[in-house]
């Protein structure tokens, strides 16, 4: 982890546009807010374009996507191309229905994305693989390695498969994080935060390998640290801990500092 591009993202608040699904909207929002950076949700055909040639990266998730969203988010994620922003795609049940499928193919032979990020069965399924799914989560099993690398070859991008271990592929290249915990399974939105944390990240100036293990690091460090807290008896109590946790320093999530009071 490199702790200079979490200091980066919160000496420049970057606008990170989303199109995401609206049920995590608020969550989303509020994490990215504690991290540093600044969200924006605008998803709109009539200024997703605008609104992604103001912001410093683009985060497409098709969550809850409806067929009137998808001209919006190949607009933004075009736009966002064009003025050299990261753009990130996370195709969110790809493999439920032929809907979604569709759906994410219109958005990937029009946008180029920088970082594509799902779990195994969504990176799977672009890889052309079989790999069990039970809606949008992933309950198969195989060699989530040569998914990503058939995903990062044929689309020219970096990979992430969010799961126990996190598997980053870039270029030929496999870096692995093991920092998290199961709760952020059991609140909704756990993923879709983690992708706007990761379009914070890659903001900055630095390689995307820092930037990608960065933000996977970091995020399972704070749940981590959310989980350690006496008073978090569950996903209700961890949420609101793990938004807390999502503002300190990287040394204080590793026990290397003391948190401070805010009235201290």
Same mark, same amino acid.
């Given at each position: 982890?490199?702790?200079?591009?979490?200091?980066?993202?919160?000496?420049?608040?970057?606008?990170?546009?989303?199109?995401?699904?609206?049920?995590?909207?608020?969550?989303?929002?509020?994490?990215?807010?504690?991290?540093?950076?600044?969200?924006?949700?605008?998803?709109?055909?009539?200024?997703?374009?605008?609104?992604?040639?103001?912001?410093?990266?683009?985060?497409?998730?098709?969550?809850?996507?409806?067929?009137?969203?998808?001209?919006?988010?190949?607009?933004?994620?075009?736009?966002?191309?064009?003025?050299?922003?990261?753009?990130?795609?996370?195709?969110?049940?790809?493999?439920?229905?032929?809907?979604?499928?569709?759906?994410?193919?219109?958005?990937?032979?029009?946008?180029?994305?920088?970082?594509?990020?799902?779990?195994?069965?969504?990176?799977?399924?672009?890889?052309?693989?079989?790999?069990?799914?039970?809606?949008?989560?992933?309950?198969? &099993?195989?060699?989530?390695? %040569? +998914? @990503?690398? /058939?995903?990062? $070859? #044929?689309?020219?991008?970096?990979?992430?498969?969010?799961?126990?271990?996190?598997?980053?592929?870039?270029?030929?290249?496999?870096?692995?994080?093991?920092?998290?915990?199961?709760?952020?399974?059991?609140?909704?939105?756990?993923?879709?935060?983690?992708?706007?944390?990761?379009?914070?990240?890659?903001?900055?100036?630095?390689?995307?390998?820092?930037?990608?293990?960065?933000?996977?690091?970091?995020?399972?460090?704070?749940?981590?640290?959310?989980?350690?807290?006496?008073?978090?008896?569950?996903?209700?109590?961890?949420?609101?801990?793990?938004? &807390?946790?999502?503002?300190? %320093? +990287? @040394?204080? /999530?590793?026990? $290397? #500092?003391?948190?401070?009071?805010?009235?201290?």
């Amino acid at each position: 982890m490199n702790e200079k591009i979490i200091q980066k993202v919160r000496e420049n608040i970057p606008l990170i546009h989303h199109l995401t699904n609206a049920p995590t909207m608020n969550f989303v929002a509020n994490g990215t807010l504690a991290f540093g950076a600044s969200p924006v949700m605008a998803k709109s055909i009539d200024e997703a374009a605008d609104m992604a040639k103001n912001a410093d990266a683009v985060y497409i998730n098709i969550g809850t996507v409806a067929a009137e969203d998808i001209p919006a988010m190949i607009a933004a994620g075009k736009a966002g191309n064009e003025k050299g922003i990261p753009v990130l795609v996370d195709p969110v049940g790809n493999a439920a229905t032929p809907f979604r499928s569709q759906a994410v193919d219109r958005i990937l032979a029009e946008v180029k994305p920088t970082v594509i990020k799902g779990n195994a069965g969504e990176i799977a399924h672009l890889a052309g693989m079989d790999w069990k799914v039970k809606g949008v989560d992933s309950v198969g &099993d195989g060699n989530i390695e %040569d +998914a @990503a690398k /058939l995903v990062a $070859e #044929k689309y020219d991008t970096a990979v992430v498969v969010s799961g126990k271990t996190d598997v980053i592929c870039v270029g030929e290249r496999i870096f692995t994080n093991d920092t998290g915990h199961h709760y952020l399974t059991l609140v909704t939105g756990g993923g879709c935060l983690l992708g706007s944390i990761m379009c914070s990240c890659l903001s900055t100036d630095d390689s995307i390998e820092e930037q990608l293990l960065t933000a996977v690091e970091f995020y399972g460090l704070a749940a981590e640290y959310a989980v350690a807290q006496d008073h978090v008896k569950g996903p209700g109590t961890f949420m609101a801990t793990f938004l &807390d946790a999502l503002s300190m %320093d +990287a @040394a204080i /999530l590793k026990g $290397e #500092k003391q948190h401070e009071s805010i009235n201290s």
